[in-house]
């Protein structure tokens, strides 16, 4: 059972314009979620992160939108640019088990067209 | 550089062998964790540690064990390996050991290819 889901394997975007990336989930107990960025062969990279507290969290081109009736969260990275080609996941932690195991979506392939 | 140390970056070893993974976490982190991303698997959580206990597990095979020391660096270890087991492992860490607001940071990986 996936409980965290990146329904868009890929997305194609030219430089300048906006990149939207979308993420589903399931547990209703998830209270904090991240969003990383991974080149191959490298560890995931921080990107920006959201509390179940609020709906938005703004960092320089990047912003991500919570909404929880929906179970739903969205990156937007604005303007795109060509270092922005790579993978993108979504990942959501707590869900009412002890510790902090996160839980990841399948990944999202971002490629910034020049 | 997320500040996570991660070594051997690169590993490659015989089936039925046993390896050892390293990481030493950030700085002031006192949670160490432990994921497996395989060729055709997302990133899958096997266990933290937290202040040298085990705080949660995952999807972690009864040959591979894991613990964190005093110094709060963390050992993975694999062992009867499988032609399977070959993926990337990553070790990350994070101030606390809960969920909220207590973002992971990850290493740059060891690639681990059996043969």
């Known amino acids: 059972d996936q409980q965290v889901k990146q329904n868009s394997p890929s997305l194609s975007v030219q430089e300048g314009r906006i990149s939207i990336l979308n993420c589903d989930y399931t547990n209703s107990m998830f209270d904090y979620f991240l969003w990383y960025k991974k080149y191959p062969a490298e560890g995931p990279t921080f990107l920006i992160s959201?509390?179940?507290?609020?709906d938005k969290n703004e960092d320089g081109r990047f912003t991500v939108f919570l909404n929880k009736s929906a179970k739903h969260l969205s990156l937007h990275i604005v303007p795109s640019q060509p270092g922005d080609s790579a993978v993108y996941f979504c990942a959501a932690a707590g869900g009412g088990a002890a510790g902090n195991k996160l839980t990841f979506g399948g990944g999202t392939r971002v490629l910034v067209k020049p | 550089d997320s500040g996570v140390t991660q070594t051997p970056k690169h590993l490659i070893t015989a089936t039925g062998q046993r390896v050892t993974l390293r990481c030493s976490p950030r700085s002031g982190d006192l949670s160490v964790y432990w994921y497996q991303q395989s060729l055709d698997q997302g990133l899958q959580f096997l266990i933290q540690y937290y202040n040298g206990e085990e705080r949660a597990k995952g999807n972690i095979l009864e040959r591979f064990s894991a613990q964190q020391f005093p110094d709060l660096h963390s050992e993975l270890n694999l062992s009867s390996l499988e032609l399977g087991d070959s993926a990337l492992y990553f070790c990350?860490?994070?101030?606390?050991?809960?969920?909220?607001?207590?973002?992971?940071?990850f290493g740059e990986g060891s690639w681990l290819t059996v043969v």
């Open positions: 959201i509390s179940s507290i609020k």
């Open positions: 990350a860490s994070s101030p606390r050991g809960d969920s909220a607001g207590n973002t992971i940071y």
